[in-house]
């Protein structure tokens, strides 16, 4: 019999493409390399009928958080590593802290049992339904994880935050949260209440007016252009493209090349009248 994915990873795997259809697939991988094979390992072919009872999904594009919360709650998952956490069956699933030496902070890792009748297992894991929490559905502080908390760090770095969009809500984030309330006359804890929230939405809704005379969506802008209409993709894009500034650079072609493909966009990394109608902006040429 020839080595094959689980099908109860199978049938996680085919609910995060059908949630996430243009997602980053990169980082994806289920059968074991020479690294995995010279050690005991799920990424390696069970013996008794040569299922591999691990997946590693790809981070980008998906929201990782929503996937880990209902791994942990399918009967056939085992254990599931993210960024530097692990949840176990063996620990009643508490997140620890994983010291492994990869920090799955590219991909996430889900493990099944190897239990016949859980492997073969063809129950939903909920992920195409399940409801996305948005920023404002609740209080964020210092210590929370979801979709919100992404949407919060992807905010705020439209404006420049440079944070590590990962659903976690630590001291980086709490730190930029303040100098942005500081900034807007708000209540200065790092809490992100409504007002708040309003507050960062006014912010990234309406762009400030470029002085280059170059207003975003003005022009077709591409490797080598320069601008107030450069920066806001960077701001809009964010880290993917290497941080704020005004130069469309390789690493900002890169940047939009991924936009591009996670909006189901020609990934040409030129920001055209329908790359600019993605990002919200009124096109004017």
Known sequence: MSAHLAPA??????????????????????????????????????????????????????????????????????????????????????????????????HLHVSVSHQRALEDSTRPWGIVTARTTRLGDRVLRDGCRGSDVRELQTLANRLGAGLAVDGSFGPKTTAWV???????????????????????????????????????????VRCGCAGEDVAFVRRFIGSRCG?????????????????????????DGIVGPLTWKQMGVRVTY
């Open 9 to 106: 990873l199978r049938v996680l795997r085919d609910e995060i493409n059908t949630r996430w259809p243009h997602r980053d697939r990169s980082s994806d991988g289920w059968i074991g390399d020479a690294a995995h094979q010279a050690r005991r390992s799920d990424h390696n072919p069970d013996a008794d009928d040569r299922s591999v009872n691990a997946l590693d999904v790809d981070v980008d594009g998906i929201d990782p958080l929503l996937v880990v919360r209902h791994a942990i709650t399918h009967p056939s998952c085992q254990y599931v590593i993210y960024n530097r956490v692990i949840w176990s069956r063996t620990r009643g699933f508490t997140a620890a802290r994983y010291t492994g030496p990869n920090p799955h902070n590219k």
């Open 178 to 220: 303040r100098t942005f309330q500081k900034a807007r006359s708000l209540a200065v804890d790092g809490v992100v209440g409504p007002a708040t929230v309003a507050a960062l939405r006014k912010a990234t809704t309406t762009p400030p007016r470029p002085p280059s005379g170059h207003r975003p969506g003005s022009r077709t």
């Open 243 to 267: 941080g704020p500034g005004t130069d469309f650079d390789a690493g900002t072609e890169a940047g939009v090349r991924w936009y591009q493909r996670m909006r189901g966009l020609t990934a």
